[in-house]
């Protein structure tokens, strides 16, 4: 499938649009329905609920959360595409949904030319865990015992091409570990299953609040910065790997065509949020931290990022 271009153009008309202007107009519709493509309890999911509940009162109307996990994320993707584009229909997306998922399988929708790219509101940084039914208390333990035990260790995400089963796939292609991946619908799952031992790692930004409760053992974060709630816990590059990041994003799509005025509407509610010390302090404790882009920056990276998926994805041997 050639994916369209065109969500990015879709948004040219929300930058004449001053906040006085904004401030003037009444949303279209009274009642908005925010799907969240997850399942209940993930990071995903509360991020969903926290913008929903923050665009409803700055924009007048009520917001209804509908979780529709599955397939990635793609089921729920699927129906915001489908939606009527009068902005009673938003999506709370992370990144995968568009640049990893449609490498991996046929998705039904077009990640670009279905979708209006609104604003992006937080990222989350996510964590390598282990479960505490696994004999290892650090990184270099893990790795040891991965390698002398090969095959035996299985690891969850929330669904096959999301952005921690790909970031995982590619640390044991690094590392040289044999693992199986178990999928599951949303990351609370995911969470229940390393608790249980049914799974012994993860990586995953749902794992912060369990290693902060000592339930899972902190093995790694993803990238170079360290997490200021884990301070100890070593980076990908204190540990010497430095061509990783496991880096989410949670954005706000439409489906195409939305009218400009609407989309400057949620934007600039958008980025009121991301200006709003109450607003950052819930989102900080939901494990996420605070990333507002604008619509057309977002879409162009969006499109840059499928590309690198598509290569990375290609390089380590993950086909459709």
């Given at each position: ?195 249980s031992g049914d799974i012994q790692f993860m990586l ?117």
């Amino acid at each position: 499938m050639k994916y369209g271009l065109s969500f990015a153009a879709a948004l040219t008309g929300t930058m004449l649009l001053s906040p006085q202007v904004l401030a003037q107009q009444a949303y279209p519709v009274d009642t908005v329905t925010m799907i969240v493509p997850y399942a209940s309890g993930g990071a995903g999911d509360i991020v969903g609920r926290l913008v929903a509940d923050d665009l409803g009162q700055r924009l007048g109307v009520t917001f209804v959360v509908e979780n529709l996990g599955g397939a990635s994320g793609t089921l729920g993707a699927e129906k915001a595409a489908r939606a009527p584009a009068d902005g009673s229909t938003l999506l709370l997306a992370g990144n995968a949904i568009f640049t990893t998922a449609p490498h991996l399988a046929e998705v039904p929708f077009d990640p670009f030319a279905d979708f209006t790219a609104i604003a992006n509101v937080s990222e989350a940084v996510r964590l390598l865990a282990a479960s505490k039914h696994l004999p290892v208390t650090n990184f270099q333990e893990f790795v040891t015992y991965a390698k002398e035990n090969p095959g035996a260790l299985n690891y969850g995400s929330v669904g096959v091409g999301s952005t921690g089963h790909v970031a995982t796939v590619d640390l044991l292609r690094v590392l040289e570990i044999e693992a199986t991946h178990i999928p599951y619908k949303g990351a609370a799952e995911v969470v229940q299953a390393l608790l249980s031992g049914d799974i012994q790692f993860m990586l995953d930004a749902a794992a912060v609040a369990q290693a902060k409760q000592d339930t899972v053992t902190a093995l790694a974060v993803p990238g170079a910065t360290p997490l200021a709630a884990l301070p100890d816990v070593p980076t990908y590059a204190d540990l010497g790997i430095t061509s990783m990041t496991g880096t989410g994003w949670q954005m706000v799509m439409g489906p195409a065509g939305m009218p400009p005025d609407v989309v400057a509407m949620i934007e600039a509610a958008l980025k009121a949020a991301s200006e709003d010390p109450a607003f950052l302090e819930k989102l900080a404790k939901a494990g996420v931290s605070p990333r507002f882009i604008a619509g057309p920056e977002l879409a162009a990276a969006l499109q840059e990022d499928f590309t690198k998926q598509g290569a990375l994805l290609a390089a380590i041997g993950v086909k459709k």
